[in-house]
């Protein structure tokens, strides 16, 4: 992209200053960068313009219609010869813009490229075409395209931005320079959108610009700084429907309007080719009786003649079809029912009905662990390196994203208390229950999980889960990092302590001694089934020597052992 300066001096020659500002000529080049930059800029403020869409009605679509239909336009110049004149660059690009144009805010924007189009072909001169005269004569054309184009034309909507933009450039284009023209007319766009919110009823009512004004000045905007290389700053336009356009999620105050939204069901929209432009009135009429926002514009794109794209909003969209028929050969037909947009765009995760019956969600440290849960049917939840979960929120995030009706939540301690209730608060809907089981460790998690019974009823089921997780005394062997007194007396840097639970009960000079004193003293309050999950810090050879140990010392407790790889610790152990 090539940067003008103040004096817009001829920049390797796309746009010269020779003969004064109404004569520099403007290099194809320029106009390529300018549709790209229009594109990027759009897409950048989609979501902004669909927020201030509330007329005709509020179904949050100008952004993404008017984005829609520049690529279309900017698309087409791929089959464009490089070299191509600056004319046959704006010809393509609204051809395409008027095939391609989705919702009327498309159609409009394509008449604005008909217009420069148009303008291109008066005002080229000798195969030069200055920039000031065709942006004079282009939004001149322009505003005159669009508002035929519209059935009934209403101030404070685009159309009214347009015809103060274009009433700048024509008293500025003689005297400016291209980029001061550019800037003048960019900025004038903004004063009038400004202004619309108390020119129309529908936009005072919801507190708002035009959304189609804005959509314009985006690409006003996108030619300054295509010119002069800095982008104009501009403010945040707030739309009622703030949220990236929550389609009819924001009501909208009413006073004082008459037929603030438009009581049409749905938006049809399609092509006529092989017509005679004199019958179009005649289908104008028809498609105004049966309902709004009727626009309808030709172009000279097809093989075939005139080619017109059709947009009107109806409760008969059969008949607005029928209306078209009968002028010419009626095809790309598309038909939007407001109605179902708008159920789509307003129902999130939390409000559609699940597609599963229960699901459980544990939290799991170690890639053993990991497989283990995962083939126990359960939805993992990784922690970090250091044992801790990285944010709650994965634990919310994994709640929707099973996408059940029932789930059984297991943080097995790795989430503070004060953190799982704000978590269950985000995570449950009126379809969604969510049960979280007082899990401390893996094995109290691995525990519930033997237990779970998808055929029982919901609640029996979390039951069952909770109850023999309580069951399952937990322990586990760690090494001490740090000279302290424990309730088995001072443990120093490298002694391998047993904890029950959080208390340091037994102090070995190994990993094997440590294990097995821990196990023996799990076991002195009765038991039946030892389970043991090796961490990633446990020696060759531990895991052999505990079973064996169990099996001398306690005759009849069964002894099960995974590789869980669990950061930080010898082993799990659990006595139930």
């Known amino acids: 992209m090539t940067a003008i300066g103040p004096n817009d001096a001829d920049a390797g020659g796309r746009v010269g200053s020779s003969g004064g500002p109404a004569a520099a000529g403007l290099d194809a080049g320029v106009l390529r960068d300018w549709f790209?930059?229009?594109?990027?800029?759009?897409?950048?403020?989609?979501?902004?313009?669909?927020?201030?869409?509330?007329?005709?009605?509020?179904?949050?679509?100008?952004?993404?219609?008017?984005?829609?239909?520049?690529?279309?336009?900017?698309?087409?110049?791929?089959?464009?010869?490089?070299?191509?004149?600056a004319a046959t660059v704006l010809?393509?690009?609204?051809?395409?813009?008027?095939?391609?144009?989705?919702?009327?805010s498309g159609i409009i924007l394509s008449q604005v490229l008909v217009g420069l189009a148009d303008a291109a072909g008066i005002e080229t001169v000798d195969g030069v075409l200055s920039f000031n005269?065709?942006?004079?004569?282009?939004?001149?054309?322009?505003?005159?395209?669009?508002?035929?184009?519209?059935?009934?034309?209403?101030?404070?909507?685009?159309?009214?931005?347009?015809?103060?933009?274009?009433r700048t450039a024509t008293a500025e284009a003689a005297t400016s320079s291209p980029g001061?023209?550019?800037?003048?007319?960019?900025?004038?766009?903004?004063?009038?959108?400004?202004r619309t919110t108390g020119?129309?009823?529908?936009?005072?009512?919801?507190?708002?610009?035009?959304?189609?004004?804005?959509?314009?000045?985006?690409?006003?905007?996108?030619?300054?700084?295509?010119?002069?290389?800095?982008?104009?700053?501009?403010?945040?336009?707030?739309g009622a429907l703030v949220g990236g356009g929550d389609t009819r999620s924001h009501a909208i105050a009413t006073d004082g309007c008459d037929d603030v939204s438009s009581e049409m069901d749905y938006e049809?929209?399609?092509?006529?080719?092989?017509?005679?432009?004199?019958?179009?009135?005649?289908?104008?009429?028809?498609?105004?009786?049966?309902g709004d926002a009727v626009v309808i514009v030709g172009d000279s794109s097809g093989d075939t003649g005139e080619r017109f794209s059709?947009?009107?909003?109806?409760?008969?969209?059969?008949?607005?079809?029928?209306?078209?028929?009968?002028?010419?050969r009626v095809g790309d037909i598309r038909i939007t029912c407001f109605v179902l947009d708008a159920h789509k765009a307003s129902t999130g995760p939390a409000d559609r009905l699940p597609t599963r019956r229960r699901a459980v969600v544990t939290v799991a440290s170690g890639d053993g662990a990991a497989e283990l849960f995962a083939s126990e049917g359960a939805h993992v939840v990784r922690s970090g390196p250091d044992g801790a979960v990285v944010d709650a929120e994965q634990i919310a995030q994994a709640i929707v994203d099973v996408d059940a009706a029932h789930v059984v939540v297991m943080a097995n301690g790795s989430v503070p208390a004060p953190d799982l209730v704000t978590v269950a608060a985000s995570a449950r809907s009126a379809h969604r229950a969510v049960v979280f089981l007082p899990t401390l460790s893996m094995v109290q998690a691995l525990s519930?999980?033997?237990?779970?019974?998808?055929?029982?009823?919901?609640?029996?089921?979390?039951?069952?889960?909770?109850?023999?997780a309580a069951a399952t005394r937990r322990g586990s062997v760690v090494t001490a990092t740090e000279t302290a007194l424990t309730l088995a007396g001072t443990c120093e840097p490298g002694d391998l302590l047993g904890l029950i639970g959080v208390d340091v009960l037994v102090i070995g000079p190994d990993q094997v001694s440590a294990a097995t004193a821990l196990v023996d003293l799990m076991l002195g309050t009765g038991g039946e089934l030892v389970t043991l999950l090796a961490g990633a810090d446990i020696d060759d050879g531990v895991v052999e020597a505990v079973e064996r140990h169990v099996a001398s010392a306690h005759p009849g407790v069964e002894f099960s052992a995974y590789e869980a790889g669990q950061p930080g610790e010898v082993l799990q152990v659990g006595v139930e």
């Open 91 to 104: 010809r393509a690009a609204a051809d395409a813009a008027v095939a391609q144009a989705r919702g009327n």
């Open 268 to 290: 049809v929209m399609y092509a006529i080719t092989g017509a005679d432009a004199a019958r179009i009135p005649t289908l104008r009429s028809a498609l105004d009786e049966l």
């Open 448 to 468: 519930a999980l033997a237990v779970h019974d998808i055929t029982a009823a919901p609640d029996a089921d979390a039951y069952a889960m909770a109850e023999a």
């Open 133 to 166: 005269r065709l942006w004079a004569a282009g939004l001149g054309l322009a505003t005159l395209a669009a508002t035929r184009a519209v059935s009934e034309p209403r101030e404070g909507t685009v159309l009214t931005v347009l015809r103060e933009t274009a």
């Open 199 to 238: 020119q129309l009823a529908e936009l005072a009512a919801a507190g708002v610009v035009d959304a189609g004004g804005r959509g314009l000045l985006v690409l006003l905007d996108a030619m300054v700084e295509v010119l002069t290389g800095v982008a104009a700053p501009r403010r945040r336009y707030e």
């Open 36 to 85: 790209e930059a229009c594109t990027d800029a759009l897409a950048a403020v989609r979501a902004e313009i669909n927020d201030l869409n509330v007329f005709p009605i509020p179904d949050s679509d100008t952004g993404s219609n008017m984005l829609h239909t520049m690529t279309a336009a900017a698309d087409a110049l791929d089959e464009v010869d490089v070299a191509a004149p």
């Open 180 to 194: 001061d023209l550019a800037r003048a007319v960019a900025d004038a766009c903004a004063d009038a959108l400004d």
């Open 310 to 328: 059709v947009h009107v909003h109806t409760c008969d969209a059969g008949a607005a079809v029928e209306a078209g028929l009968a002028v010419g």
